[in-house]
């Protein structure tokens, strides 16, 4: 068995493993698209694989090569389809199958073409080369901020173009691919040319497992971490991001703040109304804190009435304006289900975060600033009480 048939052997098991493991990824997350399709480009990977292996028993090979050249550009559009709903890019199907048939075609006929001419090879290379570029394309065009795994799979999909365009110059540099399609598995360009597809066709396979295998725990924690009610943090998982807006401002030097608000009177709100009222205030309150909340502010829902919103970059005095606005607009505010003369109120602690303290220190003093207000007649806002907390609003607001 020549070097080139072993690792056809290799790449069939190799395509075999890998969409059986994407096709495990769309079993467990049924309403993603992307595995199933990626999942089936692997499938026909392994067909295409099959076909190649296959070819040395046909005399006529030119219908066995045009179809290995359609089911492997097959597979790369299908990889393609993969990308485009994993990015949130609409899949360019027309084009794509257009093209599919227009190159199968011309595959066809460059049949006719002097075997070694370098017209007829870059018929075979080139094609493969575009669809890794609109690979690229795809993901370069995605909505969604490129995380590291992203920009390695570009860089991926860039090279692997690229070495399909290389491989016609490639085929030359090592004396063509061999006499006849039955010939070319024994020629030194088969070794480097299957070598070069089980490396890339590999690395793309797992950086997308990797990349799925992120987003879905991803997903998983933000679920775990989310508050069903309120579509808030929970007070978990608000604790955990406030904590590392915390050190982040720090290691930034800039001010940090958190604001604490407990919806005023919320029992009589239930008691009165009934518990479905209770939740669409909650709820409209929830919503107006996602409103007047900035893409960096961390926002959660930490009790049952309890609400707490971090405020990386603000000092004292911009986070008391803050719930100052927050409280009065909240308090005028009308809330379906209740009465029109009806208004529910909420009471805010604010503090900001000393030297030498840590988010604890921080959420200790704004809780003790929350039952100031209460004690104050609530629908207020109050900081901690004592001279350091009057030094830091005269100093802010100076």
């Known amino acids: 068995m020549s070097g080139a048939n072993f690792i056809l052997l290799i790449n069939v098991s190799v395509a075999g493993l890998l969409a059986a493991s994407f096709m495990a990824v769309a079993f467990h997350e049924t309403g993603r698209a992307s595995p199933r399709w990626l999942a089936f480009g692997y499938l026909l990977g392994m067909v295409y694989f099959a076909i190649e292996f296959s070819i040395p028993a046909f005399d006529n090979a030119r219908p066995v090569v045009v179809t290995a050249f359609a089911v492997f550009l097959g597979a790369t559009i ?6 485009a709903h994993k990015y949130g890019v609409a899949p360019p199907w027309p084009p794509m199958l257009f093209f599919l ?13 002097p075997r070694q001419s370098l017209a007829r090879i870059m018929a075979y290379q080139l094609p493969y080369a575009v669809m890794q570029f609109i690979g690229l394309a795809i993901v370069w065009s995605s909505r969604q901020r490129p995380a590291r795994l992203d920009r390695i799979l570009m860089a991926v999909l860039a090279a692997s173009g690229l070495q399909f365009a290389s491989k016609p110059f490639i085929a030359h540099a090592l004396g063509g691919w061999g006499a006849n399609p039955q010939a070319y598995v024994q020629s030194s ?16 396979a797992l950086l997308m497992l990797a990349i799925l295998v992120r987003d879905v725990l991803a997903e998983v924690t933000s679920k775990s971490e989310t508050d069903t009610l309120s579509r808030l943090l929970n007070r978990g998982g608000f604790t955990r991001h406030a904590e590392l807006a ?8 800039v001010p940090v703040a958190l604001v604490i608000a407990d919806l005023d009177h919320f029992k009589s709100v239930n008691d009165s109304f009934g518990h479905a009222s209770g939740d669409r205030v909650i709820e409209t309150f929830a919503g107006f804190l996602r409103q007047a909340a900035a ?11 309890e609400f707490a919103i971090i405020l990386p970059g603000t000092n ?17 505010l009308p809330i379906d289900g209740l009465p029109a003369d009806n208004r529910c109120t909420a009471s ?12 604890a220190d921080l959420m200790r003093r704004a809780d003790q600033a929350l039952y100031q207000a209460k004690n104050a007649g609530r629908d207020c806002v109050r900081i901690p009480a004592g001279p350091a907390g009057e030094r830091a609003v005269a100093a802010n607001a100076g």
């Open 189 to 204: 360009y088969a070794l480097v040319s299957q070598s070069l597809g089980t490396v890339f066709g590999l690395a793309l």
């Open 295 to 305: 893409g960096h502010h961390v926002a959660g829902r930490i009790g049952g009435e």
């Open 78 to 83: 299908a990889f393609n389809g993969g990308l």
């Open 348 to 359: 805010f602690g604010v503090a900001e975060l000393h030297q030498s303290e840590d988010f």
């Open 101 to 113: 048939l227009a190159t199968t075609v011309a595959v066809y006929f460059v049949q006719d073409l």
């Open 246 to 253: 915390v050190l982040g401002a720090m290691r930034q030097g």
């Open 316 to 332: 004292l005095a911009a986070a008391r304006l803050f719930a100052e606005g927050t409280c009065s607009a909240f308090g005028a």
